[in-house]
């Protein structure tokens, strides 16, 4: 099984928190769009083995297209790869797009799950994030999107400066109270070179506190069990039978092809990624030309990163795989870095047993290390 990642590059205004590849000029959308198709035509070799589950727009602003552009790609996927029955076809959306007729459009079309960015149901903290909509346009799309739509994820923000946790409480409160599925939440981050990152250099920005994230994220933690919510990777909560299916291939290291500027791809031990320019991208595609970059990747990197995925789910890091698949040497190595973090609380070896009553072990952030997951993984990885 594999998935396909469409970037739609283009948005209304620029988040300041945002370092994703965008324009807010939509020129070239028509010719862009023409581009996507000749290259799901030019790479459908790729996963002539693969059976498609998956189809994600992403992006940028997905929601900027209009039905029959998302129809075309969608028929252009169909065209060239093998699809199951029913896939998960995702939409990326904006809550100021979603008006009533766009959303009873898309019902009506193969799209069958959309992932909404609110980020926040307060007028104050979305005007601090330079967000297109505003908060009534937050409560009024998920309103009207519940009554067409059952499988709705939506984007969250902790950690936002002089956020109370009152104010945050509430926002998760309003989250529920609409029935949603599935929460995607992340704290406010300062990527180099963003607006954000100029204000807080400047002053004019508070600080991130880290502190106030991680009392946060212990309860988003805590609310999201409360209701319901499995939390099945460190940034994403979702009932039972709603996990985001296309992002978790990519967790569980299946194949994914990635179209559009800037999308990245991933088979076995190869990832490859497009040049993140418009025009560029553009121009080389009507040019026959593929305009991405390759890396095969070494059994040190596969380990790496199988150990920094792993540790983010609740699948996490099968010992009898790092053995498998890598070897004794890479199994010892993990098992002494592991041991202080085990010590510490912040890992936990759990043993079961396969289909086949063999003994398994597998390594598992607890609770205590979900926040430090990163910063754990990183301390596990091979470097020499």
């Not at 990152?197 to 309860?219: M, S």
């Not at 596969?302 to 004794?328: A, C, H, P």
């Amino acid at each position: 099984m594999s998935g396909i990642y469409i970037h739609i590059p283009f948005c209304k205004q620029a988040c300041f928190y945002c370092d994703f590849h965008f324009s807010t000029s939509l020129k070239k959308k028509d010719e862009l769009i023409q581009s996507l198709v000749k290259e799901l035509e030019f790479r459908k070799t790729e996963l002539k083995n693969e059976t498609v589950e998956t189809i994600y727009f992403g992006g940028g602003t997905p929601s900027l297209l209009t039905n029959n552009e998302l129809q075309l790609l969608i028929d252009s996927v169909y065209k060239n790869y093998t699809v199951i029955d029913n896939p998960e076809i995702t939409l990326e959306a904006n809550p100021d797009d979603l008006s009533n007729n766009l959303i009873v459009q898309l019902s009506k079309s193969p799209i069958n799950r959309l992932s909404i960015g609110i980020q926040s149901f307060f007028e104050e903290d979305l005007k601090s994030m330079n967000r297109a909509h505003n908060s009534e346009e937050a409560k009024m799309c998920l309103q009207l999107a519940s009554q067409y739509f059952d499988n709705i994820t939506i984007d969250l923000i902790y950690g936002i400066p002089n956020m109370s946790m009152e104010k945050w409480n509430k926002n998760l409160e309003t989250a529920f109270s609409y029935g949603v599925n599935h929460i995607s939440s992340y704290a406010l981050t300062v990527e180099p070179k963003t607006a954000l990152d100029v204000f807080i250099k400047k002053g004019t920005y508070p600080r991130i506190d880290e502190t106030l994230a991680l009392e946060h994220f212990n309860h988003l933690m805590d609310k999201t069990k409360e209701q319901g919510f499995v939390h099945y990777e460190i940034s994403n909560f979702g009932r039972p039978n709603y996990f985001s299916k296309h992002n978790t291939s990519y967790w569980q290291g299946k194949p994914y092809l990635g179209i559009g500027p800037s999308a990245h791809s991933f088979y076995g031990n190869q990832r490859s990624w497009n040049i993140s320019n418009n025009s560029k991208y553009i121009q080389a595609i009507q040019n026959n030309t593929l305009p991405n970059t390759i890396e095969t990747l070494s059994l040190k990197d596969q380990y790496n990163e199988y150990v920094m995925t792993g540790l983010r789910t609740i699948w996490g890091v099968s010992l009898n795989k790092i053995e498998k698949d890598f070897g004794g040497d890479y199994l010892q190595s993990l098992r002494a870095s592991a041991e202080t973090f085990i010590e510490n609380g912040l890992l936990v070896v759990s043993s079961d047993f396969d289909k086949d009553q063999e003994p398994i072990e597998t390594l598992r952030t607890t609770q205590k290390g979900k926040f430090l997951v990163d910063g754990i993984a990183s301390k596990l990885f091979i470097l020499n």
